[in-house]
């Protein structure tokens, strides 16, 4: 067996290597593990591991890679439609290429995973989402989101990270059994005694396994997971940007966000909410921009 140590891609051969995992702490035979694309917490014995070969990690990256550009495609021709009904509503149908613009709403998010907060930052952008990141541990969410909320001001709050369920240390109603829910739900309701109403400020929260009644009823509008699978890294960002982009006179179904999610409506959920949009006209340019 090679030597095992922190930071190599992993696999659990008791789960047949199911899901890849990054090694975040060795302590004796005691291993604790982050997914790589999923976010999901483990701790697994030393000698359970095997190390993913070259080959097979890439073959297992590029089948990860498609079906990202798959969703994000997917997400752009929803979006383009959204443009062209907005572009046709805001001028009366009377319209000239780039008449008017638009304010996207803000985005919030808070990581428990600093690699998993560049990734999706990386996709805020390419989406034309504007992001505030923050990585932050997820028992310290709740101590900080007050002061981050006056700071930053923004429309959509994402409170993500890592999370596990786990059936040994209680049922699926109880905080306890779960890694990260209590923080999770503990940071919701902190930010709703600062911004109290849904449409004014927007609310991912959750990760693989988390406690979705829970969160919900904290004051989230959207969150994993009903059915306590494992979520995609980047699920939160599709489902607050489906938000962003949304103008704020409409209304985004919970269906809107699923069909352009990752994981689909078992790992992800939530309630009708306004979109966070504005549009304006007439269209100007930017001094920045345009240097």
Not at 72 to 85: G, M, P, T, V
Not at 99 to 114: A, C, I, N, Q
Not at 191 to 215: E, T, W
Not at 240 to 246: C, G, N, P, Y
Request: hydrophobic share 35%; charged share 30%.
């Amino acid at each position: 067996m090679a030597d095992i140590q922190v930071g190599n891609i992993v696999g659990r051969n008791s789960y047949k290597c199911d899901i890849l995992f990054r090694v975040k702490k060795i302590d004796g035979n005691k291993v604790e593990l982050q997914g790589e694309d999923l976010r999901l917490v483990a701790d697994a014995p030393l000698d359970d591991l095997v190390i993913i070969e070259e080959s097979d990690r890439k073959k297992r990256e590029k089948k990860q890679k498609d079906h990202e550009e798959s969703c994000y495609q997917l997400f752009r021709q929803d979006r383009k439609l959204i443009r062209e009904k907005n572009e046709y509503d805001v001028t009366s149908g009377y319209t000239k290429r780039n008449s008017y613009f638009e304010v996207p709403g803000k985005v919030l998010h808070l990581d428990g995973d600093p690699l998993y907060l560049k990734k999706c930052t990386q996709v805020y952008d390419r989406l034309g989402v504007p992001v505030y990141g923050v990585h932050l541990k997820e028992k310290e969410m709740p101590l900080q989101i007050a002061s981050l909320i006056e700071m930053v001001r923004p429309d959509i709050l994402v409170i993500t990270g890592h999370d596990a369920y786990s059936k040994s240390k209680g049922t699926e109603s109880e905080l306890k059994a779960y890694r990260n829910s209590g923080h999770f739900v503990d940071t919701v309701k902190e930010a709703r005694k600062v911004v109290p109403y849904m449409d004014h400020l927007v609310i991912f929260a959750g990760a693989c396994q988390s406690n979705f009644q829970s969160l919900l009823k904290a004051g989230a509008n959207f969150a994993s997971s009903p059915n306590r699978i494992n979520i995609h890294a980047l699920d939160p960002v599709y489902v607050v940007s489906k938000v962003s982009l949304t103008p704020f006179l409409e209304r985004v179904g919970v269906w809107d966000v699923l069909k352009t999610s990752l994981t689909g409506e078992e790992g992800l959920g939530g309630v009708e909410t306004s979109g966070s949009l504005r549009r304006g006209m007439p269209h100007y340019i930017d001094e920045e921009e345009d240097s």
